[in-house]
C-alpha cells in the first residue's frame, strides 16, 4: 500500500472551493484510476488515464477533472465543490494487461473529503 | 451493461466456521472476476482473480473463489473463518468492451465474532 499514497488523507472544504487531491506511485505502473467510495454503491470510476497523454472519462466524471503530470502522479480537482461530493477517493494503479498481473489494482490509502 | 451485485449487506459468521460472500455479474464476453479486501481506513487490497481455468481460484489469506458460469457467481469461500478476516469485500468484474475499466460491487460487511 505505501506504493501508491494520497494526500491529503482527510479534507473539510466548503461549498464553491476548489480543491485538488493528489496521488503518487512508485510503482512504475503506466495506468492510474480515480474512483469514489460511496455507501452502499461501492466504487465508481471517475477518470482513468494510460500515460500523460492519455486521459480517459470513467462514469461519473461530471463536476471533476484530472491532471496527469508524470508517469508517477495522477491529480484529482474538483472544480467548485458541492456537498454530494462528500466520499472517499482512491487511487489506483495497474501494470499493463499484456503483463501477469495487468488486471490486479493498486489502491492508495483514500482521501476522506467532506463538502459542507 | 456490465455491473456486479453483492446481495448481502452484512454477513454474520464465528470464529472457525466457514464463510461465504456472495457475488453475481453480469458481463458481455468472457468474464474476469476479482474479489478485494478493504481493512478500516486503509485502501482496497487485491485477493483473487478468475481469468480463466480451473472454477475454483485460491488467493490470499487462505481464501478461494468459486466460479459458476451457469448461475454467473462468483462466491469467495473460506473454509475456517478468523476474527482477523472482519473487513469489508468487494467484488468487481471487468468491462466487456473497455478491457481497462472495472466495475465493483456495493461491498459485503464481514463480522467474525470469537
Known amino acids: 500500500d505505501a506504493d501508491v499514497t494520497q494526500t491529503p488523507r482527510n479534507r473539510i472544504t466548503k461549498t464553491g472551493k476548489r480543491i485538488m487531491l493528489e496521488c503518487s506511485q512508485t510503482k512504475g505502473h503506466d495506468r492510474m484510476y480515480w474512483y469514489r467510495q460511496d455507501p452502499g454503491l461501492g466504487l465508481r470510476l471517475i477518470y482513468y488515464?494510460?500515460?500523460?497523454?492519455?486521459?480517459n472519462k470513467g462514469e461519473i466524471s461530471d463536476g471533476y477533472s484530472v491532471s496527469r503530470q508524470a508517469q508517477a502522479k495522477f491529480s484529482l480537482s474538483l472544480e467548485s465543490a458541492i456537498p454530494n461530493q462528500t466520499a472517499l477517493y482512491f487511487c489506483a494503479t495497474s501494470e499493463p494487461l499484456t503483463s501477469g498481473r495487468g488486471n490486479e489494482q493498486f489502491f492508495g490509502p483514500g482521501t476522506r473529503l467532506t463538502v459542507l | 451493461a456490465q455491473s456486479v451485485a453483492q446481495p448481502e449487506d452484512q454477513v454474520n459468521v464465528a470464529e472457525g466456521n466457514p464463510l461465504t460472500v456472495k457475488c453475481t455479474y453480469s458481463v458481455s464476453g468472457n468474464p474476469y472476476l476479482f474479489w478485494y479486501v478493504q481493512y478500516p481506513n486503509r485502501g482496497l487490497q487485491f485477493l483473487l482473480k478468475y481469468i480463466t481455468g480451473d472454477n475454483l481460484v485460491k488467493g490470499s489469506y487462505g481464501f478461494e473463489a468459486e466460479f459458476n458460469k451457469s448461475q454467473t457467481s462468483f462466491h469467495l469461500k473460506k473454509p475456517s473463518a478468523l476474527v482477523s478476516d472482519s473487513a469489508l469485500y468487494f467484488c468487481a468484474v471487468r468491462d466487456g468492451g473497455n478491457f481497462n475499466k472495472f466495475y465493483f460491487g456495493s461491498g459485503t460487511k464481514l463480522n467474525v465474532k470469537p
Open positions: 488515464s494510460f500515460d500523460v497523454k492519455d486521459i
